[in-house]
């Protein structure tokens, strides 16, 4: 499949007007068809005769099952054309990079080059984390409008973006055909309830419960998407309804799912004992090398006929501002956004490309599932965002009542709560966060 297929379904979306002001109507994912504002042209990688010819090592944070297998080849093809320049991987997962990179107390070694996600980039330049992109021709020349929009952050552009992401329903062709899946969420409920009957142990659904990533999803009736409106897109019914279907989930969920780790929840589905998950593309490669036999659609969508919009990400390779090698490291930065190196990406980890190349057919569930996506804007407020929604679930599910964590959560990220343990958990206040 010709990746084109989806350049206006995703990259299309211009997210630099994802800032407070711009229309509704400009984030959301609606066709399929060629695009005019589409301008990404390949061209071959040139060296750079200016970067210093002494001996050095550059360290570069990705994640593992995938992102470290590429790095390290793309190291390897690195050093071919600067041999005193040489590649250290380091494992450091995406959620955990803004939390690592804040962290004094860490074990782990400073990064010159990280990945994180596109939409961190407003709290990284706020807190003078990441240099400004070494050259911005490149990117605005090959990578999609999506993936290029999504680097900018006040008008000036940081980082170079290497992959576009969104989730989509994994199902296992053991339990269930694509016909028989549920259509909706409350059916799906029903569903999973005489599944985990008919197989006890096993469980019709499961999905990672500990990040609203994820949980937006159930957020977004009627095309409600978060972090775009003065209250986030909380304070409304449909952020409300969507909380309770997280609450009747968790009839359908192991008990103790709040306690469960990423790996964990992976696990279930990946040695059969889940029907259905939602994940994104990196999963792919673990259900592959898991020998699943499964299959990829959209999510399902709600009762009411809106259907569900999922999150669109862009994954950017940023150059540390504090790193001894910055212009070295901005350059395999920018070499991973080679077509060699995409090309090598999206065959190592099954992920969607930040250029116009082939993609295997397998991603087709994403492709579709991409027309209803959105852009989460990469305002300095994101943060909070994503840290707040570490434990939705297991407030809710601890008895809490829904309205009053929506309105908790709003107050949070406003940063005028008043709760000492959270607001102590901020970048912004050099401690942790968490972000898929």
């Known amino acids: ?6 350049t206006a379904a995703l990259f299309a979306v211009l997210i630099g007007t994802v800032i407070a002001g711009c229309s509704e109507e400009s984030h959301i994912i609606t066709q399929h068809t060629s695009r005019s504002d589409y301008s990404g042209n390949s061209r071959p990688y040139s060296t750079d005769d200016s970067l210093t010819k002494d001996d050095i090592t550059l360290t570069v944070w990705e994640s593992k099952d995938g992102p470290d297998e590429w790095i390290k080849k793309a190291g390897e093809s690195f050093n071919a054309l600067y041999p005193n320049i040489h590649i250290e991987y380091v494992n450091v997962e995406l959620k955990d990079a803004a939390n690592e990179i804040v962290n004094e107390n860490s074990s782990v070694k400073k990064p010159d080059v990280f990945a994180a996600p596109g939409d961190m980039t407003g709290e990284f330049v706020e807190n003078q984390l990441i240099l400004p992109t070494g050259d911005t021709n490149v990117v605005n020349t090959t990578a999609l409008a999506l993936a290029r929009e999504a680097t900018v952050y006040n008008d000036v552009m940081y980082g170079y973006p290497v992959a576009c992401e969104t989730y989509a329903l994994f199902y296992n062709k053991k339990f269930v055909e694509e016909k028989d899946i549920p259509s909706t969420w409350e059916s799906l409920i029903t569903w999973s ?26 957020m977004s009736m009627d095309k409600n998407r978060l972090m775009l409106d003065d209250n986030y897109g ?32 992976d696990e279930l589905f990946l040695n059969s004992n889940a029907a259905l998950t939602v994940n994104g593309p990196w999963f792919v ?11 990829i659609v959209p999510l399902p969508g709600f009762d009411n006929g809106s259907n569900t919009y999922s999150i669109a990400g862009v994954r950017t390779m940023f150059v540390y501002s504090k790193g001894e090698h910055t212009a070295e490291a901005d350059a395999f930065a920018k070499y991973l956004l080679s077509d060699d190196m995409q090309s090598l990406r999206t065959k190592i980890t099954g992920t969607l490309p930040a250029i116009n190349i082939d993609v295997n057919e397998k991603l087709n569930g994403f492709v579709d599932q991409l027309e209803y996506s959105y852009s989460i804007p990469n305002r300095a407020e994101m943060m909070r965002f994503w840290k707040f929604g570490e434990h939705i679930t297991a407030d809710i599910y601890g008895e809490k009542e829904i309205s009053q964590e929506l309105k908790d959560y709003v107050r949070y990220i406003d940063n005028t709560d008043t709760q000492t343990e959270n607001s102590s958990n901020d970048i912004s206040e050099n401690s942790t966060t968490q972000n898929e």
């Open 285 to 295: 490669t673990k259900a592959d090398a898991a020998g699943i036999d499964y299959g």
């Open 1 to 6: 499949m010709k990746y084109r297929r989806i």
């Open 193 to 218: 309830d005489a599944f985990n009957k008919l197989y006890p142990g096993k469980y019709g659904f499961v999905f990672h419960t500990d990040t609203v990533y994820y949980i937006s999803m159930l």
């Open 234 to 265: 909380l304070l409304n019914s449909k952020a409300s309804y969507g909380l309770t279907l997280l609450k009747q989930m968790q009839d359908i969920f192991p008990k103790d799912i709040t306690d469960y780790s990423y790996d964990e929840c």
